[in-house]
């Protein structure tokens, strides 16, 4: 565990409760959407957790069939909400 030093008034906790989706089960949600492990720089999945003010979102970075950067948005059920690919590939 590390402890931030320094102010933490923009930050909000998240309830390890909240975090029911883990990666395994999003690599396997990647996989069923055509998104593959990058490679390169960015080698292999990688994953955020986002929270607005409403949501607890989730995200895993790889790569789709065109080699191009692509994010999938999840709710903690795995639900997929979106995708966002970017225009350059990973290679």
Partial sequence: MRTVQGD???FEIIPQSDLIL???????I????????????????HFNVIKDHQALFFGVIGQNKYDMMTKLYMDKTG?????????????
């Fill in 79 to 91: 639900k997929v909400l979106g995708s966002e690919t970017k225009n350059e590939g990973l290679k």
């Fill in 22 to 28: 883990d990666s395994p089960n999003m690599v396997q």
């Fill in 30 to 45: 990647a996989i069923k959407n055509d998104v593959k492990p990058g490679e390169g720089w960015a080698k292999g999945y």
């Fill in 8 to 10: 933490i008034q923009d």
